[in-house]
């Protein structure tokens, strides 16, 4: 069945660090892919997403491409701030709207 | 944007009793809702989905006499914890969906607490 695979954490970095949160995914067809955050005490939000391949969704200086050919959608962000501490799930949509989720991934960010 | 709200945001109940959690969506009609329950540090298991007026799909190994679902109108659908007991303490999430939306929007959680 479909499935996702992202890095375990916690990942730690300092403030304006280069971020990358791998993920990979198994599916059947062309699922859209997304990344959710969910900061502490707080519901997950969309962070962005990609319907096709070769896609780059970004939002908030995130970005992440729809890469087919390495079934792969890594999260990146060129310079992270504390703010960005919480935890990132990467997602995939399969034919009947169900998302299955990655592990999740819980990013500090350290001053 | 579309708004999901969760009630209770958190609850403790004795072990043996039941407990009711809503699901809403405040400024969309939800065709589809979705219950997931999320343990300490680990991922989202969707337990069940849930149409308007039928009944919920259950995930394999979600005992559904023991979970009710109950999605009983375009916005509201609740899930009840019937006879909880300690393992059932977790953070149970809702996310709902309208054919004119291409993506799933989250509440904000329940935790659920079982002394």
């Known amino acids: 069945g479909d499935s996702v695979t992202q890095m375990e954490g916690p990942v730690t970095l300092s403030e304006e660090a280069f971020l990358t949160i791998n993920c990979t995914y198994t599916?059947?067809?062309?699922?859209?892919l997304f990344w959710y955050v969910q900061y502490p005490g707080e519901g997950l939000q969309l962070l962005l997403k990609?319907?096709?391949a070769d896609d780059k969704g970004s939002n908030k200086g995130f970005e992440a491409t729809y890469r087919k050919e390495t079934t792969s959608f890594h999260l990146e962000k060129g310079s992270v701030q504390v703010s960005d501490s919480a935890v990132y799930f990467c997602?995939?949509?399969?034919?009947?709207?169900?998302?299955?989720w990655g592990a999740g991934t819980k990013l500090i960010i350290k001053p | 944007g579309a708004v999901v709200s969760q009630h209770p945001s958190w609850v403790i109940c004795k072990s043996g009793t039941s407990v009711k959690i809503e699901c809403r969506s405040l400024?969309?009609?939800?065709?589809?809702m979705f219950w997931y329950r999320q343990f300490p540090k680990q991922s989202l298991m969707l337990m069940a989905t849930?149409?308007?007026?039928?009944?919920?799909?259950?995930e394999q190994g979600v005992e559904k006499d023991k979970f009710l679902i109950n999605h009983a109108s375009l916005t509201l659908s609740t899930l009840t914890v019937t006879s909880a007991h300690p393992e059932d303490s977790s953070f149970y999430i809702c996310?709902?969906?309208?054919?004119?939306?291409?993506?799933?929007?989250f509440g904000p959680g329940t935790r659920l607490t079982v002394t």
């Open positions: 996310s709902a969906r309208a054919p004119e939306f291409d993506e799933q929007y």
């Open positions: 400024d969309f009609q939800a065709t589809t």
């Open positions: 849930s149409n308007e007026g039928s009944k919920a799909t259950y």
């Open positions: 599916a059947t067809g062309y699922p859209s």
């Open positions: 990609a319907t096709k």
């Open positions: 997602a995939l949509r399969s034919s009947n709207y169900q998302l299955i």
